[in-house]
DNA sequence: CTGAAAGCGCTTACAG
DNA sequence: CTGAAAGCGCTTACAG
């Protein structure tokens, strides 16, 4: 069926190993050979088998995206952003991207990283959306396998990472809209503090209220979750609070959606009465009506960054051990809302 | 470094295809090896390497995801649902999922397709976003290259595909507006009539709109594209028509969401004065106010249902020439704007 | 600069 | 039911 390599041989008259050679440049071949040869590969259209290749070098040139339960669940457009960021990346260097989804409900959810190291079909790995303490990945970081975690990496196992910077970006919030002269601004938690950027969020508002205002009163404080109506109820208790906020930051767009709506209820205008600040600069912030001013996490270039260390941590560009933690930060998107 | 199927021979104390038809039960092997076999596997920890199986089985387990530039710019649920549903389908069958990417601007958008061929990293693929005339997969289909089309095939190159019922959910639109007492029903196409969708949404408004009322007026028609303000000039014109229309059918949902946007600004009620309906059920549908009635196209369900039909052809479970055309109807999804 | 040969880790006829 | 051997399509020392 398809052209191998003895084809291209015979075709240009050398040995099979110059063609393997012209190929990948691994030795010296004559001007006038490698002419030949590459006419004969463009002839016969070959392209080497990748099985056959990375039996030898035992590299498959894929990398893997370990898509965990939670990152599943994520905001559509943060997921999508992630794998596309890693296409571009994989693209300029020749690699593929290879889906590795973890089975629902799977008994080890550290199953479908293991398989990938025993099979071998993906020279490295990429992995975001664990949960504090959760740590899938450690046996793969153990064996020095080549890995990248998309988020913080934890002090048990070190490991390179890129994140994105949750911290400034709530810190970043606050300061925007103390800019605009609010005191009194809420939080409300994107989600579980067990999800680390959700804690990162708290810890920067914290910081920033204590920075701008000397502290940060704790019934402005809320927690959100995954919950479809999560920051409604909220809302409303915040909102009837006698000494009520001027801004809320919801840790989510979701949720600053929900917030806009219950404010609209209670009979209060924003971004009048009421100033309100999101999180992912999704499509929900754009079309919300008001549409809602948001903080940008660079879910594109943080695939596209985590991809290039990976690629990097395989070829032997850099060390295994000199764990590098690339932490990008936040944007603010300002919009109606605040 | 990782365990072959030689150590685990020598461990259970077998010769090394007795593990192999252990493994792929290609043939019989007493129940007590068959147990030493085993168990010497779980003792190693051992997975055979897939590059030296595919070598020999001309198998890689993997199906790609052919994304070319128009699918790149869709909404991101869509193409999102695309993958998880393959992956779905993949994990049940042991086959993993591979992205290969269109490179931006490409000399010839084929290429990446038939690389996936020729350096054979991939037993099958799955494409989506063709736009009218667009066959990259000819020649894929002519070497009999097990694929799929995410789409409608077209009568010059017959191959097997999984498409959503385009036609029939705008039918459905009409004759859900049809039954409120609709009458003047307008139509915005999704984007360019290149794309497949928009035409058969445009078929589908026509024939409801001739089975209904006996025939379509024309300046009830108009041509959205993917420009951001799409729709908002259409809308303009079509409430501004002396007999104008009690409701309009928005191609897609971001469409939806201008001209709810535009008739509030005309002093238009919706669903009071104007109906609205959309078409992708995305998270706009939901998060607009008022939120919007949509017709979703069931992505997740078609990903899943071509990595299925793909399997099957990858492993002889179909036969190439008998090609098979799924088509899976859209769903109403009633809200407050209609 | 080029050729002959070994070997990567599997699977699969072929004997026994 | 099990073993020895060939071979899949490459790459890479090793000679020349």
Excluded at 124 to 138: C, D, F, V
Excluded at 163 to 191: S, W
């Amino acid at each position: 069926m398809a052209a191998t390599i003895k084809d291209v041989a015979k075709e240009a008259g050398v040995a099979v190993c110059t063609v393997s050679f012209a190929m990948n440049g691994s030795a010296h071949v004559a001007e006038e050979t490698k002419k030949r040869i590459f006419e004969a590969i463009e002839r016969l259209n070959y392209r080497p088998n990748q099985s056959a290749r990375g039996l030898v070098t035992k590299r498959t040139n894929n990398i893997g995206l370990a898509v965990s339960e939670t990152a599943d669940g994520l905001e559509n457009g943060i997921l999508l952003d992630v794998i596309k960021g890693m296409g571009q990346a994989a693209g300029q260097y020749n690699y593929d991207v290879m889906l590795s989804f973890q089975k629902p409900h799977a008994a080890k959810p550290d199953d479908h990283l293991l398989d990938v190291y025993r099979k071998q079909s993906a020279d490295g790995l990429i992995m975001m959306g664990t949960k504090k303490g959760e740590m899938p990945y450690r046996e793969l970081v153990a064996k020095r396998f080549p890995f990248v975690l998309l988020g913080r990496p934890s002090a048990e196992c070190m490991c390179h990472s890129v994140n994105a910077d949750n911290e400034q970006g709530a810190y970043m919030a606050v300061e925007y809209l103390a800019g605009k002269g609010h005191r009194r601004i809420a939080f409300i938690t994107p989600c579980s503090l067990e999800v680390d950027a959700s804690q990162d969020r708290l810890n920067g508002y914290r910081k920033a209220m204590t920075d701008f205002f000397g502290g940060a009163d704790d019934e402005l404080l809320a927690y959100g979750s995954f919950a479809a109506d999560s920051g409604y109820a909220e809302t409303e208790r915040l909102l009837s609070l006698k000494d009520r906020p001027t801004a809320i930051i919801a840790g989510r767009d979701a949720i600053a959606s929900r917030v806009i709506e219950k404010a609209a209820e209670l009979g209060c205008k924003v971004p009048e009465d009421l100033a309100v600040v999101g999180f992912d600069n999704s499509v929900v912030s754009q079309v919300a009506r008001p549409s809602i001013t948001s903080i940008e996490l660079p879910m594109l270039e943080m695939g596209y960054r985590a991809s290039n260390l990976l690629i990097q941590l395989i070829e032997g560009g850099i060390s295994y051990d000199n764990t590098q933690r690339i932490v990008l930060p936040c944007i603010l998107h300002a919009r109606e809302s605040a």
